[in-house]
């Protein structure tokens, strides 16, 4: 009984560690980031709204969608938006059958390769941007001169 018990546990105790050692390798594989060489986390460049000096705060509707329309830059001259993350958040107000008032928040999330919206967003968010709704940039790619990938700031802002 004493050896069945002892070979059970040297079975059990060899296979948890050829178990660990094959968890190892997985994670190992899904560790490896091809674009982890050119991404620089480190470092995030300053990002404007149009060809303003803007990077969050409070702004206007008209301001808001005239720079929106112009795009995502990076404020040095060398380096190049190649795409980021609009997520806006539009605040409206329904009524339920009985006639109550329920303000609920409706959610946007994009991502938009280059440094302008998809076609499918910029049709319709210029006619729903209005006072109270939030627009968030986020996750934005910066090309630097070397051709290297980097991190642009993210930027925030509410509308007036």
Do not use: W
Not at 13 to 25: D, E, I, M, R
Not at 104 to 116: F, I, K, R, S
């Amino acid at each position: 009984m004493k050896r069945m018990t002892f070979l059970l546990l040297m079975l059990i105790t060899l296979f948890a560690g050829a178990y660990q050692v094959s968890a190892q390798q997985v994670i190992a594989t899904f560790d490896k980031d091809p674009r982890k060489d050119t991404v620089s986390r480190k470092i995030t460049y300053p990002v404007v709204l149009g060809a303003s000096q803007l990077s969050g705060g409070n702004i206007g509707k008209q301001v808001f969608d005239s720079l929106l329309q112009q795009g995502l830059y990076a404020r040095d001259s060398g380096h190049k938006v190649a795409g980021f993350i609009f997520n806006y958040k539009e605040r409206n107000i329904y009524e339920d059958s009985v006639g109550n008032i329920i303000p609920v928040t409706d959610l946007l999330m994009e991502y938009c390769p280059g440094n302008v919206l998809t076609p499918g967003v910029a049709a319709t968010i210029y006619t729903r941007t209005k006072r109270g709704d939030t627009a968030f940039f986020d996750d934005i790619r910066v090309i630097l001169p070397d051709g290297k990938e980097g991190r642009g700031r993210g930027m925030k802002f509410v509308i007036e």
